[in-house]
């Protein structure tokens, strides 16, 4: 059993953080039709769902947590992924629920109000 130091408890806790965050199915939404372009609010509505301030309100978190920045262009602003990595990172989520998805479906202990 590895033994764990401050630093890599502290890694664990970000890291839970991190995936917390993309736990909710508004948010990972969001992600996953910016990663490939660049949209606006009432783009993002259309395509995800939800009212628009819903959908700001996750925008704002996102912006908050460093995944997602903006671009103001006139009267409107345009939201994309921050960084290639979280592009990345949604893309090997994708493969693992390919090999996994219908296990981690029937697992009992992520039920779907937990998400």
Do not use: W
């Not at 965050?21 to 609010?41: H, M, P, W």
């Not at 925008?59 to 990345?88: H, S, W």
Request: aromatic fraction near 4%; glycine fraction near 6%.
């Amino acid at each position: 059993m590895p033994i764990s130091t401050p630093s890599r408890s502290n890694d664990s806790a970000l890291a839970a953080k991190l995936f917390r965050g993309f736990s909710d199915k508004t948010r990972l939404a969001i992600l996953s039709e910016l990663a490939d372009r660049e949209l606006r609010v009432t783009d993002l509505q259309a395509r995800v769902g939800g009212s628009q301030a819903n959908i700001s309100g996750h925008l704002a978190c996102l912006k908050d947590c460093g995944l997602v920045v903006d671009r103001p262009q006139g009267r409107q602003t345009f939201y994309r992924i921050a960084a290639p990595e979280i592009v990345r990172l949604l893309r090997a989520a994708e493969q693992v629920l390919a090999l996994s998805g219908h296990q981690i479906a029937l697992c009992p202990n992520y039920r779907e109000s937990d998400a």
